[in-house]
């Protein structure tokens, strides 16, 4: 069953265009990473797949909803968390979870008892009354994953997760997202830079490049198609080995988010 699709998608910014009619499905429950170098289409994407910018052609379904026209619906199927760290610093965690739960009107009783569920699930009960600024990036990730949980989505976004942070602390928050994917059947759909964890975690792969998808398979499958030895060289041969400028952070997104939601 696809749970993610686009047909045709396009996003123009006045004369550049920034996503060029690209199409390409994620099934219920997989894990699917979405890479491309800097600046490829990737966030934008991202942000026509969640509600934060509208295509200039083609379509969406996300769970089976339109982001143009059912916003809130498709809202409701997702969680995401962001590149950079999108947590409130001067509230605790008990807090952030609490203001989220609110934001996505979760009855008070449904929304207590799910955060003192998701802080067991990433090990921050003892921290719960502790104010974020204290935490460690790993901390603030585990955090953070927990809080795209509350509201039991279909699908959870990751822009990055593990964007710097050390190799113990990517292993553990792939654990927790592992467990998430199989234990409540959450389709995950991440983007990240590091091609090793992209071979290791992902079930199939789509590769952006220059606003178009230029390839789409599994991991295997892309290095037997270019015949390489890594995810890392099939990479490299797909979209070339020239640097690309950076792309916009994740506390853009959450600011952009608050601001939609509010509508």
Known sequence: MKI???????????????????????????????????????????????????????????????????????????????????????????????FHGVLYDIPKDTRR??????????????????LVKEFSGGMKRRLEIARGLLHHPTIIFLDEPTLGLDPQTRNHLWDYIKSMNQKEGVTVFFSTHYMEEADRMADRIAIIDHGTIVADGTPKELKDQTSSHSLEEAFLALTGKDMREESATGIDHLRNMRRVWKK
């Open 113 to 130: 008892e799910r955060i003192n569920e998701l802080l067991k699930i990433v090990e921050l009960e003892s921290r719960r009354n502790d």
């Open 4 to 98: 993610i699709e686009a047909r045709g998608l396009v996003k123009k910014f006045d004369d550049i265009t920034a996503v060029d009619h690209i199409s390409f499905h994620v099934n219920k429950g997989e894990i699917f990473a979405f890479l491309g170098p800097n600046g490829a289409g990737k966030t934008t994407t991202i942000k026509m797949f969640t509600t934060l910018l509208q295509p200039t052609d083609g379509t969406i379904r996300i769970n089976g909803f339109d982001p143009t026209t059912q916003p809130h619906d498709v809202r409701r199927s997702f969680g995401i968390i962001f590149q950079d760290p999108s947590t409130d610093d001067d509230l605790t965690a008990y807090e952030n979870l609490e």
